[in-house]
C-alpha cells in the first residue's frame, strides 16, 4: 500500500474549531459515543434521551488546554484561551478552579479559562515533552487537530485527531497522566487503544490509507513531567477494530428494537480468578497447601 503523505492528509481533513466539531455530535458517532455504547449501553441511551448529563470536568477541561498549547503552540494557545481568574479578598491568592468564584468567573469570559496554577503546569508539561526525543521526532512535522467525517457500515462517524505526522506519517496522540508508571494501566481503563482503532477506521473508510499503528505521547500533569511515547501495533489496532465493529452491529440492532435497549449486564457472569491473585492468607496459606499435599489432605 502507498505511503500517505503529510499533504495528502491536510487536503483530505478539515480545519474547525473543537466546539464545531463537539456541536456535530447530535449527527456523528464518535468514538467516545460508541466505546461508552460498548461499555454500559443502557448508560448511553440515557444520555442520548437527555434523562443523564454527561459532565464536562475540570480534568477533561485541563486536557484541552494541554492539547492546544504543546500542540498547537503557545502564540495559539493565547488567542483562544484566558490565563488567570478571581481573587479571593480575604486571602489576596486566586480562588482554585473547583470554587464557585471560579466558576462564576468563568462564566462570565468570552473563552475559555485555566487558573495561573495550570498555567504553570502547562509550561512543566510542554517543556517534558519537548525533552523526550521520540516525541520531538513525532512532532516535527504533522498536520494538527483535524476533523474528518465518513461512512461505515450504515454510521456517519466523525474523528478528531490530534496529529498525524513523524517520519512514517502516523497516528499520534497526546495524552496527560499522573504517573507515567500507571499509564500502561490508564490506557486501557480509558479505553485508549479503541479510541485510537476507531480514528483509523474513520480515516480508511475516508480513503486516507493511514499505517495501522499509533502512538501516544503520555506526559505526566505534575513534577518531574517526564513523557513517554508508547506505540500500539497493528495486531491491537486490528483486534480492537473487530470490537468496535461488533458494537456497530450491536448499536444497529438497539436503534432497531428500542423497547429493547440492552443494559450490558444480561448474561450472568461466569468470575475466574486472575492468575496473579495470591492464595488466602498469601504466603502463610501458600506453606500450608503446601503441608497439606504432603499429608495427602488435598
Known amino acids: 500500500m502507498p505511503r500517505v503523505t503529510i499533504a495528502q492528509v491536510a487536503?483530505?481533513?478539515?480545519?474547525?474549531?473543537?466546539?464545531?466539531?463537539?456541536?456535530?455530535r447530535?449527527?456523528?458517532?464518535?468514538?467516545?459515543?460508541?466505546?461508552?455504547f460498548a461499555r454500559n449501553p443502557l448508560l448511553y441511551r440515557k444520555q442520548k434521551l437527555g434523562l443523564v448529563a454527561e459532565r464536562d470536568s475540570e480534568d477533561f477541561r485541563f486536557g484541552r488546554a494541554a492539547h492546544v498549547y504543546i500542540l498547537e503552540g503557545r502564540d495559539k494557545f493565547h488567542a483562544d484561551w484566558i490565563v488567570g481568574g478571581p481573587i479571593n479578598p480575604k486571602t489576596n491568592a486566586p480562588y482554585g478552579p473547583e470554587t464557585k468564584a471560579y466558576a462564576e468567573w468563568r462564566a462570565s469570559q468570552p473563552k475559555p479559562t485555566i487558573s495561573d496554577e495550570?498555567?504553570?503546569?502547562?509550561?512543566?508539561?510542554?517543556?517534558?515533552?519537548?525533552?523526550?526525543?521520540?516525541?520531538?521526532?513525532?512532532?516535527e512535522s504533522?498536520?494538527?487537530?483535524?476533523?474528518?467525517?465518513?461512512q461505515l457500515h450504515g454510521f456517519e462517524l466523525q474523528a478528531r485527531f490530534d496529529w498525524i505526522g513523524g517520519p512514517a506519517v502516523e497516528l499520534c496522540d497526546l495524552k496527560t497522566c499522573a504517573d507515567l508508571d500507571d499509564?500502561?494501566?490508564?490506557?486501557?481503563?480509558?479505553?485508549?487503544?479503541?479510541?485510537?482503532?476507531?480514528?483509523?477506521?474513520?480515516a480508511h473508510a475516508a480513503g486516507i490509507k493511514l499505517?495501522?499503528?499509533s502512538n501516544l505521547i503520555a506526559i505526566e500533569k505534575q513534577e518531574p513531567f517526564r513523557c513517554g511515547v508508547f506505540r500500539l501495533p497493528a495486531a491491537t489496532i486490528k483486534r480492537c477494530q473487530v470490537e468496535l465493529k461488533a458494537a456497530l452491529y450491536a448499536l444497529r440492532e438497539a436503534n432497531a428494537n428500542p423497547d429493547m435497549w440492552p443494559t450490558g449486564a444480561e448474561q450472568v457472569r461466569t468470575v475466574r480468578?486472575?492468575?496473579?491473585?495470591?492464595?488466602l492468607g498469601g504466603e502463610f496459606i501458600q506453606c500450608a497447601i503446601e503441608g497439606a499435599k504432603e499429608e495427602s489432605w488435598l
Open 183 to 202: 499509564f500502561e494501566d490508564d490506557l486501557w481503563r480509558y479505553c485508549y487503544p479503541w479510541q485510537q482503532a476507531f480514528y483509523l477506521l474513520v
Open 118 to 139: 495550570q498555567h504553570s503546569l502547562l509550561l512543566g508539561m510542554d517543556a517534558g515533552v519537548r525533552s523526550n526525543e521520540d516525541a520531538r521526532s513525532l512532532l
Open 211 to 213: 499505517p495501522l499503528v
Open 142 to 150: 504533522g498536520v494538527v487537530e483535524r476533523s474528518l467525517r465518513s
Open 273 to 279: 480468578r486472575p492468575p496473579s491473585q495470591p492464595p
Open 11 to 24: 487536503n483530505a481533513t478539515l480545519v474547525e474549531p473543537y466546539d464545531t466539531y463537539h456541536a456535530y
Open 26 to 36: 447530535e449527527r456523528f458517532l464518535t468514538s467516545h459515543q460508541l466505546i461508552a
